[in-house]
């Protein structure tokens, strides 16, 4: 397995870490933990041998092997997919491709014993292997990573980045490794592939170190917790949770004893202070005075991996009821339709977590609802006074690499205070001269952190977000959460991030074959949904063994079905709504244009003037009283007959 002592790597000044002693068997599930720089990547790659530690060393078994999936690779390969995966099998490929030269050969005429007998002798050490199950495992395998059987001949060359890694995972796990090291393994997995690697990890022999920002992976996979902390390594048993609650009794322990020694010297430099002039105890003060000197200094303790502070970022203008409607809309690319007829709508204060395979469309409802993406058919409408704020990794291609982290954020209108500034920065980890940073030497999670920081300082009321915790790390996965919670506008967000589903969503929408399925709530009543409807739709077996299947597929677009005819029978009702909520902004935006001319001296210095525009402001505020409550009285209705089709939703 491995065997690592005495590790401790730097660069430069800083030290990363120092004296990491750690040791992986069989059967060890370890996550790694730790703050943001302390190391965890460097560790990781120290012990796949991809990097040397400055002192100490790296041992394993002489038979042992080791897999190691980084967090970013550049991997550019012409082979089918299938292929790709199967060539590192190591001897079984080799004994694979001389059995095919030897049966040609043979196939061809040739006679020769010696061959015949090689055959024998290959086809024994190839049975021995395991080398008949080779394929039918790499099928498997990338059949639970998300690949099509279509894909399996495709070139490598042809997956985006995303499934080229997906693609070097299952060729790591294919191989079955004694040591299996994962950087971020979920970052470019869906909530499908996502629950098939926890099972394959758990069901596995071989032993693990995991660095993961996802929680709820974590406490499902790990035997056990490796945290880099101030302090020195930590080792625990247990998953992530209880390894933070050990944490925090850790601390709460070395608090208590840096209050009691505080307490104690107190005492003794009151004593000292007191009797220094007596000479009846001069022994006894130039005792104490000695001992304080020879303790050690007093450093209160520093919580590590503490939770992000909590921020507290502006809250949004209030919109309309209906937020973003789509209705009808008909969605692809090119030749690809991924919707024929969608509806769909957020309401104000939803948030709304879409999840499902990849490619089943999620992004491209969410880039549809930000404008991204123009419907072929159908329209998308925005209720009353929506703004919108959308986040998604292309993003960060839009920063200005000559700024520093700090002049972005200061470049954002109304932003004057440096502390202020910092403040949020220090919310996403950027603290010190981390803020000085230029944009273009700042890695792929520095980056996402510094766009997340930019969206959240000044939100839109409707937040629309692709994969937001993808390259975060776990105290910035935190902040976002908090931030989420607190927020008061509209969310939709796409994440495979189960803890933030369950903290955060009001809504879960599983989307698949260009079909949403809603289900009320988080993520755990989602499952209990999921495993009522699983249970409605088992097969039923009579008497005479006839069974009756009712497809989980039929009865989504039954569903589907039925929102569609009750957005046709509420189609005037919305418009509306609609009409209500435009007539009220029109109006706003005249009042605001009255007062501010009402402000102006050449206007307030013309009584004849200032008088009609004070009547016509007058006038203006009696039609948003009357038009307001004629559109509360519409809302109303709306909402009303949108929760009794939910409530029938849920009952059928």
Request: hydrophobic residues 35%; negative net charge.
């Amino acid at each position: 397995m491995i065997d690592a002592s005495s590790l401790s790597k730097a660069f430069g000044a800083r030290s990363l870490f120092s004296d990491v002693s750690l040791r992986i068997d069989k059967g060890d599930r370890l996550a790694l933990v730790g703050r943001n720089g302390s190391g965890k990547t460097t560790l990781l790659r120290i012990l796949a041998g991809e990097e040397n530690p400055d002192t100490g060393e790296v041992r394993g078994r002489r038979d042992s092997t080791v897999g190691y999936l980084p967090q970013e690779i550049s991997l550019e390969s012409e082979e089918h997919l299938l292929i790709f995966v199967e060539n590192v099998a190591g001897e079984l490929k080799s004994i694979q491709l001389e059995l095919e030269d030897i049966h040609d050969k043979l196939a061809s005429g040739e006679e020769d014993a010696a061959l015949v007998e090689r055959s024998g002798n290959l086809q024994s050490r190839f049975e021995a292997l395991g080398g008949y199950r080779l394929r039918s495992r790499a099928q498997q395998i990338l059949s639970g990573l998300g690949f099509k059987e279509a894909d399996f001949a495709k070139p490598l060359s042809t997956f985006s980045g995303g499934w080229r890694m997906r693609a070097l995972l299952g060729r790591i796990l294919l191989t079955e490794p004694d040591v299996i090291l994962l950087d971020e393994p979920t970052n470019h997995l869906d909530i499908v592939t996502l629950e098939w690697l926890e099972n394959f990890i758990t069901s596995s022999r071989a032993g693990f170190l995991i660095v993961s920002h996802d929680v709820s992976f974590l406490d499902r996979v790990v035997n056990g917790v490796f945290a880099l902390e101030r302090g020195g390594a930590v080792r625990s048993k247990g998953n992530y949770t209880k390894y933070v609650t050990e944490r925090e009794e850790r601390l709460r322990q070395r608090q208590a004893e840096f209050d009691r020694r505080q307490r104690k010297r107190a005492e003794e430099e009151r004593f000292i202070e007191r009797f220094r002039a007596k000479n009846t105890k001069a022994k006894q003060v130039q005792s104490r005075i000695k001992k304080l000197e020879r303790e050690d200094p007093l450093v209160a303790p520093m919580e590590d991996n503490a939770s992000a502070p909590a921020i507290r970022f502006p809250q949004p203008e209030r919109s309309g009821k209906d937020v973003v409607t789509v209705e009808g809309v008909e969605a692809g690319y090119g030749d690809l339709i991924v919707y024929s007829s969608l509806d769909f709508t957020l309401h104000r204060g939803e948030k709304v977590a879409l999840i499902g395979p990849n490619g089943a469309g999620k992004s491209t409802l969410l880039k549809t609802m930000a404008g991204e993406v123009k419907p072929r058919a159908g329209e998308v409408r925005y209720g009353h006074n929506v703004s919108i704020g959308y986040f998604s990794q292309h993003q960060m291609e839009l920063l200005n690499p000559k700024r520093t982290v700090l002049e972005e954020v200061l470049a954002l209108p109304g932003y004057r205070s440096e502390g202020e500034a910092r403040s949020i920065l220090g919310g996403f980890l950027f603290t010190g001269d981390d803020v000085e940073k230029r944009v273009s030497v700042l890695s792929g999670g520095e980056k996402s952190r510094l766009v997340m920081a930019l969206l959240l300082t000044q939100p839109g009321n409707l937040l629309l977000l692709d994969e937001p915790t993808n390259h975060l790390d776990i105290d910035a996965c935190e902040t976002l959460k908090r931030a989420l919670i607190a927020y008061e506008g509209t969310v939709a967000v796409i994440t495979h991030d189960r803890d933030l589903i369950n903290r955060v969503a009001t809504r879960v929408v599983y989307v698949e074959d260009g079909v949403c399925t809603e289900y009320i709530g988080n993520y755990d009543d989602y499952l209990r949904a999921r495993a009522r409807l699983e249970d409605m739709n088992a097969e039923e077996v009579d008497a005479a063994g006839v069974k009756r299947v009712h497809k989980g597929k039929e009865a989504r677009r039954e569903a589907a079905k039925a929102r569609e005819e009750f957005a046709k029978k509420t189609k005037a009702l919305r418009k509306k709504v609609e009409k209500y909520e435009d007539e009220l902004s029109s109006r706003e935006e005249r009042k605001a244009e009255i007062e501010k001319l009402l402000a102006d001296p050449e206007v307030y210095s013309d009584p004849v003037r200032g008088r009609e525009l004070g009547r016509e402001r007058q006038y203006i505020i009696d039609e948003l009283e009357i038009a307001t409550s004629m559109w509360e009285e519409a809302a109303l209705e709306l909402e009303e007959l949108e929760l009794s089709f939910k409530g029938e939703m849920e009952r059928g």
